[in-house]
């Protein structure tokens, strides 16, 4: 009879390891979450969450909701401006250390245990357990989940997700945005064309603005660059109060996520759709899926995990892989689909549905591809947009 130490080992206390910790925690499990900083910590990350990821999470967070977002500010390279408004909040801000410390201190009320301070070093998967490593401490438990983010040790100690796709994106946190920002309250701004592949962003925060810039392309741009002179344009170079960069993983491509007893959720996974940049939803979901698959598992006689690669090439991978594509035909044709939105704000508002989860991608996809592609194709399109 093995001595498991604990059920299941998490590693990494953003949303996708604390969201799993604690639903496996809840059913009586022991759960122990390893992080590798004190918390609260903070990420670098916009701290945009969705309608749809709001409504995933796995405890009431809008005590910790900056503000709520119904507008959108969009320009074409810094001109053509356009503002839509939804008919209620599409986004909500947040910061991520409240948000990623509210859902930690949720995980700890179901029941997990935190060891903070606690990098993961070494992993290794026997037949009846995995055996965790930290610099001072050993664990030796039924299952283990990587949510240990983009850079994860678990996945590169288990040659899992191996060819996991990265870009580098900058996010400053600024005391001051543009004007304009004043002039539209409850809205974000989003200027495509300001980088190439990719977009500019400025997120209001209550007392500052999140304002970055990434872009998903395999082009070498200077975003340093690009994001200093938008500041210096706007006369807020001198309002920065932190400035730093962070990978960002893209999804699309399949990858291994699973062995018979370890896991990999959120970013370690490769879970961050490479049209708009969003991770959240997906580390909150796949920690969901991860965590039932844990549950019904933990049941079973087998108690092999690996089923949990084909629940993500069904609930996960069809949407990454179609906002792979999306990418290919919206960033080309930006000046196009500016011009398209601008005339027909309809399509702009079956965007925000999506990002409310009334409506899928998969959905909306097919309806962007026919419009770009009716006809005699995108330029008689384009002529007719004129
Ligand atoms: C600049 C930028 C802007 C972004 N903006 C948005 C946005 O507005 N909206 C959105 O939805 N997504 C955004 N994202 C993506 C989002 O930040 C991620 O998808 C999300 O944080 C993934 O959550 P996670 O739980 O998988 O990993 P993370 O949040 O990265 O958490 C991983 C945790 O693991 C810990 N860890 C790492 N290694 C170890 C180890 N060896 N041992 C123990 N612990 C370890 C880390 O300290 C961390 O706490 C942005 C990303 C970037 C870089």
């Not at 009846?128 to 490593?133: C, E, L």
């Not at 304009?180 to 962003?201: K, T």
């Not at 959905?363 to 194709?377: D, E, N």
Request: proline content about 4%; glycine content about 10%; some cysteine.
């Amino acid at each position: 009879m093995i001595a498991y130490d604990y059920d299941v080992i998490i590693v990494g206390a953003g949303p996708a390891g604390t969201t799993a910790a604690a639903r496996i925690a809840s059913t009586g499990m022991s759960v122990l979450l390893l992080e590798k900083y004190p918390l609260p910590r903070s990420k670098t990350c916009g701290g945009g969450v969705t309608r749809r990821a709001l409504q995933k999470m796995p405890v009431d967070i809008t005590p910790i909701i900056r503000e709520s977002i119904d507008s959108l500010i969009v320009f074409n390279q810094g001109a053509k401006k356009q503002v839509f408004t939804h008919h209620r909040p599409y986004l909500f801000m947040v910061m991520r250390d409240e948000l990623d410390y509210l859902l930690a201190n949720h995980a700890i009320a179901c029941g997990t245990k935190i060891e903070t301070g606690e990098a993961v070093k070494h992993i290794e998967e026997t037949k009846d357990a995995v055996i965790v490593s930290t610099k001072s401490k050993q664990y030796q438990c039924r299952y283990l989940l990587g949510a240990d983010g983009v850079n994860s040790t678990v996945a590169r100690l288990c040659g899992l997700a191996k060819e996991k796709q990265k870009i580098l994106a900058l996010e400053y946190e600024v005391a001051q945005g543009p004007t304009y920002m004043q002039e539209h309250p409850r809205s974000i701004m989003i200027d495509y064309g300001a980088v190439a592949n990719g977009y500019l962003w400025v997120f209001p925060k209550h007392d500052h603005y999140s304002i970055g810039v990434g872009s998903f392309g395999t082009k070498a741009q200077d975003l340093q660059a690009i994001l200093h002179q938008f500041l210096e344009r706007h006369a807020i170079m001198d309002a920065v109060i932190d400035a730093k960069g962070h990978h960002l993983s893209l999804g699309g491509r399949s990858l291994k996520v699973a062995t018979k007893r370890i896991l990999l959720l959120g970013d370690a996974a490769g879970f961050v759709e490479p049209f708009g940049g969003e991770g959240i939803y997906y580390a909150v979901y796949s920690g969901e899926i991860a965590a039932n698959h844990v549950i019904e598992q933990g049941k079973q006689a087998s108690r092999d995990l690996s089923g949990y690669q084909a629940l993500i090439e069904r609930e996960i991978m069809p949407e990454l892989t179609m906002l792979s594509k999306v990418n290919d035909v919206f960033y080309p044709n930006i000046g196009l689909i500016h011009r398209m939105i601008t005339r027909y704000p309809q399509f702009m508002h079956k965007g925000f549905s999506v990002l409310e989860g009334e409506k899928s991608y998969v959905k909306v996809y097919p309806v962007l591809k026919r419009v770009l592609s009716a006809g005699k194709g995108i330029g008689l399109i384009a002529r007719y947009f004129g």
